[in-house]
């Protein structure tokens, strides 16, 4: 069965610092992972996926993140955070083997920049 | 070009009462899935569709049920309503099915509140 864990409820930093949101997964065939943000009364926006390749994958908003299969995660990352990168962010994995849609999340991270 | 529509945005109900939840694709995408988010418990997959038909089914009890129509939009509907139902229901679609690299796009989903 595939799950994901995001181990920090909340991530502070100030702004123009850089910031990482954790994650590490677990997946019996190989792992698509995926990182969403939420913003207040919102749904899930797409930020970036790893599927395969270059195990530094960059996606929208300046954000990027690092798949590492030794230690099996996939951490989220920006050079120089700002206020309104405020919001939940999930991280999710889907098996690939298994032929479905169904993503499984993280219990998601808190990220506050502060001015 | 139009997101992921989800009617009604907002809904109260009291308890035993049902409940159907709307759900219109982007234009072109084929497949539907339901997950439903909760403080509690996070995010939850409900079921997926494709082609009319669910291709698979999250661990919720019966009372949970779905369906897709023709033009791929989809509803799913809730019996007998219970407290602990009250989330925000998300819909999200996706291009096409099967492979897993699809990126499923999110609407703004439906705040369910039981009462």
């Known amino acids: 069965a595939q799950s994901v864990a995001q181990p920090e409820d909340q991530v502070n930093v100030a702004e123009g610092n850089p910031l990482t949101v954790k994650c590490t997964y677990s997946?019996?065939?190989?792992?698509?992972l995926f990182w969403y943000v939420q913003y207040p009364n919102r749904g899930l926006q797409f930020l970036l996926k790893?599927?395969?390749?270059?195990?530094l994958v960059k996606g929208s908003y300046g954000f990027e993140a690092e798949f590492n299969k030794s230690q099996t995660s996939f951490h989220l990352k920006k050079p120089s955070a700002l206020v309104s990168d405020s919001a939940l962010y999930f991280c999710?994995?889907?098996?690939?083997?298994?032929?479905?849609?169904?993503?499984?999340f993280g219990t998601g991270t808190r990220l506050l920049v502060s001015p | 070009k139009a997101g992921v529509t989800q009617t009604p945005r907002y809904l109260i109900k009291t308890r035993g009462q049902q409940v159907t939840l709307s759900c219109s694709p982007i234009?072109?995408?084929?497949?539907v899935s339901w997950y439903q988010q909760t403080p509690g418990q996070g995010l939850q997959f409900l079921f997926e569709?494709?082609?009319?038909?669910?291709?698979n089914k999250g661990n919720f009890p019966g009372r949970f049920s779905g369906r897709q129509f023709s033009n791929s939009r989809s509803e799913m509907n809730v019996s007998t309503l219970e407290l602990g139902d009250s989330a925000l229901y998300l819909c999200?679609?996706?291009?096409?099915?099967?492979?897993?690299?699809?990126?499923?796009?999110f609407g703004a989903g439906s705040r369910l509140t039981v009462l």
């Open positions: 999710a994995v889907r098996d690939g083997a298994a032929g479905f849609q169904k993503l499984v």
């Open positions: 997946v019996s065939g190989n792992p698509y």
């Open positions: 569709y494709f082609s009319e038909t669910q291709r």
């Open positions: 790893y599927i395969t390749g270059d195990n």
């Open positions: 234009s072109g995408h084929r497949s």
């Open positions: 999200a679609s996706s291009l096409e099915y099967g492979s897993g690299a699809n990126v499923l796009t």
